[in-house]
């Protein structure tokens, strides 16, 4: 298991004006913890944690050299942000193992204009952008992409439809839909019934 280096430093739990001053001199709070470790409140700068999270790179395994001591090997797991500046408040990093199941949030990244759409009419909707995967750490993906230039009209894709890479399972609820092409028409014809049953219903006018 080839690991990146990411160098932290321990840090004492205390109020939030003592993380509010280690954000200002560019350092990010963070918890590393998982099975078999005591969970360790650190710290790592937020210029070589941007470098980490870069597109790309969001399952880079590392190994946290924690006050210079390596061997901590890690995945960032959860990333916590500020919902008006959206800066970097807090991270969780989770320790990894070559035999363990890890489980992570991938994005879906879908590419080209369906069939459906292009010549058929169909209306397009995504409905999820991430899925919950369980993967050894070195089989982690960090994108599910999918072409979907050839589906039809009338089709929905669900969770358990995508194939996944080897050493990879879904962890997702299986019939979570992941997007739908659905017909005008039939769109049109559904909305219309209504309104025709009213109409049969109505007295006739004398």
């Known amino acids: 298991m080839e690991l990146t280096t990411l160098k932290a430093a321990s840090r004492v739990l205390g109020a939030n004006r003592d993380n509010a001053r280690l954000r200002k001199a560019g350092q990010i709070p963070a918890v590393y913890y998982g099975k078999g ?8 700068s937020e210029t070589d944690l941007r470098k980490v999270l870069a597109p790309g790179k969001r399952y880079t395994l590392l190994d946290l050299e924690i006050d210079g ?14 919902a008006i500046t959206q800066k970097i408040i807090h991270v969780d ?16 990244k879908l ?37 979907i230039s050839n589906f039809e009209t009338n089709v929905t894709f669900y969770a358990k439809d995508f194939k996944l890479p080897e050493g990879v399972q879904l962890a997702s609820v299986p019939r979570t839909v992941i997007f739908s092409i659905s017909s005008k028409s039939k769109k049109k014809d559904t909305a219309a019934a209504p309104a025709a049953d009213a109409a049969a219903a109505a007295p006739a006018a004398n």
């Open 37 to 44: 470790v005591e969970a360790k409140n650190i710290s790592v």
């Open 69 to 82: 001591k390596a061997g901590n090997p890690a995945i960032v797991y959860n990333v916590q942000k500020n």
């Open 93 to 108: 990093f989770i320790k990894i193992a070559d035999d363990e199941f890890v489980k992570v949030r991938v994005p879906v």
């Open 111 to 147: 590419s080209g204009l369906p069939v459906g759409v292009k010549t058929q009419g169909g209306v397009f909707a995504q409905e999820a952008r991430y899925l919950m995967l369980a993967a050894k750490p070195a089989c982690i993906p960090t994108v599910l992409e999918l072409d």
